[in-house]
């Protein structure tokens, strides 16, 4: 496994692997990884001959008041799990080689529509980072594939649509969610969680999952109730939930009770960490 800093030498070394006939596969994180980002590595290298996983701790995506400078940086433990994973090229760029111009500077890319609501609405800017550096990295890179985890639900879809409208020819694999044994979905930032902070956050997970049973039940049809419901469990557990969102599953819009296939999105505070979660029903 190669571990590179430069675009230049990214495309160099991707030029000799394309010339000989080789799939490439994209696994973009921000590093800090997990059991999470590992299954996204092994579901690319189910369909491809050469993965490449990025490491970078993107400005863009982060608002004023978010964890930008504590966000962790593990590279050389990155290394170590990649390399093990098989993973064949590590992207480490720093800021300046991906914003050579400053942030204020740079061009955006702006996903109406999915990127509105949910983290949309309490990250603002968030998503027009994430989508800025994907599209980037898919430029960079110029893979077959790129895969992204389903925990990042608002994420996928934002990244789904981009990739459509700007008519970017990568095939995008969304990989289920990693879990704990107590259901909490694998997460860098599960770190900052203190141990009896911990002992409870597995809590947003079970709400979910009781909901999505509820909404399974065809005589359901008070979805505004059962958020509510959702919510003040969460508060009762010692939760400050942001958001307990049933949508359409597609369009990420808010559920009607003819929906088929709806999704349960949250996202909430314990402590001073934020925890975001989903589960999908077909009704």
């Given at each position: 496994?190669?571990t590179?800093?430069k ?16 799939r ?10 997990h ?11 189910e369909a ?21 400078d ?26 300046s ?12 890319v ?9 983290c ?13 550096v ?20 608002q ?13 970017i ?7 289920p ?24 956050a ?21 979805l ?7 919510c ?33 999105l ?18």
């Open positions: 496994m190669r590179v800093h675009i230049k030498e990214l495309r160099t070394i991707l030029q000799n692997y394309r010339s000989q006939g080789k490439i596969g994209l696994v973009p994180t921000m590093g800090n990884l059991e999470g980002h590992i299954s996204l590595v092994a579901k690319a290298l491809t001959d050469v993965v490449v996983t990025s490491i970078f701790v993107n400005p863009m995506q982060f608002g004023a008041n978010e964890d930008l504590s966000y962790p940086r593990t590279l050389k433990a990155d290394q170590e799990k990649l390399e093990q994973a098989g993973n064949t090229l590590v992207f480490a760029p720093p800021v080689e991906i914003y050579p111009n400053g942030l204020a500077n740079q061009t955006q702006v996903v109406p529509g999915v990127s509105e609501g949910h949309g609405a309490g990250r603002p800017g968030h998503f027009e980072g994430v989508a800025t994907v599209t980037m990295l898919f430029n960079m890179v110029q893979p077959d594939i790129a895969v992204f985890g389903e925990k990042d639900f994420q996928l879809a934002v990244i789904r649509k981009l990739t459509q409208d700007l008519m020819p990568v095939e995008i694999i969304g990989a969610t990693v879990r704990d044994e107590d259901g909490l979905a694998k997460s860098s930032r599960n770190g900052y969680l203190s141990e009896q902070e911990r002992s409870k597995a809590t947003i997970h079970q709400t979910l999952s009781d909901l999505a049973k509820q909404l399974e039940q065809p005589s359901i049809a008070d505004d109730t059962l958020s509510r419901e959702a003040e469990r969460l508060e009762a557990a010692g939760f400050r939930p942001e958001y307990v969102n049933i949508v359409n599953s597609l369009t990420l819009q808010p559920a009607s009770i003819d929906d088929r296939e709806l999704t349960v949250a996202a909430a505070f314990l402590g001073t960490t934020r925890l975001i979660d989903n589960i999908s029903v077909t009704r």
